[in-house]
């Protein structure tokens, strides 16, 4: 009895100091570096809505460089839709935004010459609204067939 006692004690002094060293601060401190910015003045922006006219939140907007598609920039669509994306300084004359989200068909956009050249200006970059479709998927037929036939063996009793 004395030794099951003394073991709550052990493991209770534990996950108390366990618990001061978390609170503290001192689990999974990343070291202090000094963060490395890119000077990026010129910005292209716009909505990422679906074909309801929805904003699509959490979509990712790429801009991409050459035929090889070198990721130049990159965000993410904020809960309205809009993405402002950041572009470095030294760009090349074939640029494509692509936009990728889950459950969604991509979308690739290539930029036009002018408006290559208004970023190489350090012009903000307003784009038209881009529309996604939605992209019905294997698992979303097997979801509703399970959905049907639950309801078919509630409304038979046979459940």
């Known amino acids: 009895m004395r030794t099951r006692a003394k073991d709550r004690l052990t493991a209770f002094a534990l996950l108390a100091a366990l618990a001061v060293t978390w609170l503290v601060g001192g689990f999974a401190r990343p070291p202090a570096t000094q963060a490395q ?6 910005v292209i922006t716009g909505y990422v809505l ?5 904003p699509v939140e959490g979509a990712t907007v790429a801009l991409v460089e050459g035929s ?15 993405y402002s994306l950041p572009v470095p300084p030294s760009l090349g004359t074939q640029l494509t935004l692509q936009v990728r989200r ?19 200006r350090g012009a903000t ?8 479709e939605r992209h019905i998927g294997v698992a979303f037929w097997l979801a509703a067939a399970t959905f049907v036939l639950t309801i078919i063996i509630i ?5």
């Not at 970059?125 to 996604?132: D, F, G, N």
């Open 68 to 82: 090889a598609a070198e990721t130049v920039a990159k965000t993410t669509t904020e809960p309205d839709g809009l």
């Open 102 to 120: 889950a459950h969604f068909v991509p979308q690739d956009i290539p930029l036009s010459d002018e408006q290559v050249a208004s970023l190489g």
């Open 125 to 132: 970059l307003a784009l038209p609204t881009i529309q996604v």
């Open 37 to 42: 910015t890119v000077e990026c003045r010129t």
């Open 50 to 54: 679906d074909s309801h006219g929805e």
């Open 155 to 159: 409304a038979t009793e046979q459940l």
